[in-house]
T-cell receptor
Framework: DAMVIQNPRYQVTQFGKPVTLSCSQT?????MYWYQQKSSQAPKLLFH???????NEADTPDNFQSRRPNTSFCFLDIRSPGLGDAAMYLC???????????FGPGTRLTVT | GENVEQHPSTLSVQEGDSAVIKCTYS??????FPWYKQELGKGPQLIID?????GEKKDQRIAVTLNKTAKHFSLHITETQPEDSAVYFC????????????FGQGTRLTINP
């Protein structure tokens, strides 16, 4: 029973064409994170939501934005994807600030 | 900011032998240290974690040790099996609690039958 669900699992978009990735969770966790993982690299935090409070990392490009319309869902929007944005995008959740993070299966984004 | 170094980058062991992966961190305020296993094409899976008030934690064949003075922590896998083959990431939290993780570079572990 999947607890952190990411859709789609694979996404192909064209250079400069906006794309949205989706994450949902059945855990009722307060915190949701988005990470970017490039090939053979470690996950890198882009931003996170603590409840409705958005927290952006200082080095996250402006091209990346996020929305969390309710507790269960969080979206990653890439306004104008470049070739360098091709990566696995991972969503993670945590019950609260001091709890473990659980990852979804990821969405692999290809930019053509 | 926090920096986490992980070694080795690749590790190959015979089935049944033990595997050890080591990480060092730079921020003495870090207080939470999880380990994740990532199989090809999948998201990272939390396998064990340790907090700064504990020196060692064990779960069946997996154990983690923490030396706060030296700022390093290690993952120990005993009686390795082929299904242990994966990439393993250590991480350290910055700020309060487990809010933000900084990951090591990963170790590709291969178990040879």
């Amino acid at each position: 029973d999947a607890m952190v669900i990411q859709n789609p699992r694979y996404q192909v978009t064209q250079f400069g064409k906006p794309v949205t990735l989706s994450c949902s969770q059945t855990l009722n966790h307060n915190v949701m994170y988005w990470y970017q993982q490039k090939s053979s690299q470690a996950p890198k935090l882009l931003f996170h939501y603590y409840d409705k409070d958005f927290n952006n990392e200082a080095d996250t490009p402006d091209n990346f934005q996020s929305r969390r319309p309710n507790t269960s869902f969080c979206f990653l929007d890439i306004r104008s994807p470049g070739l360098g944005d091709a990566a696995m995008y991972l969503c993670a959740t945590s019950r609260d600030r001091d709890y473990e993070q659980y990852f979804g299966p990821g969405t692999r984004l290809t930019v053509t | 900011g926090e920096n986490v170094e992980q070694h080795p980058s690749t590790l190959s062991v015979q089935e049944g032998d033990s595997a050890v992966i080591k990480c060092t961190y730079s921020d003495s305020a870090s207080n939470y240290f999880p380990w994740y296993k990532q199989e090809l094409g999948k998201g990272p899976q939390l396998i064990i974690d340790i907090r700064s008030n504990v020196g060692e934690k064990k779960d069946q064949r997996i154990a983690v040790t923490l030396n706060k003075t030296a700022k390093h922590f290690s993952l120990h896998i005993t009686e390795t099996q082929p299904e242990d083959s994966a990439v393993y990431f250590c991480a350290a939290s910055i700020e309060q609690g487990a809010q933000k993780l900084v990951f090591g570079q990963g170790t590709r572990l291969t178990i040879n039958p």
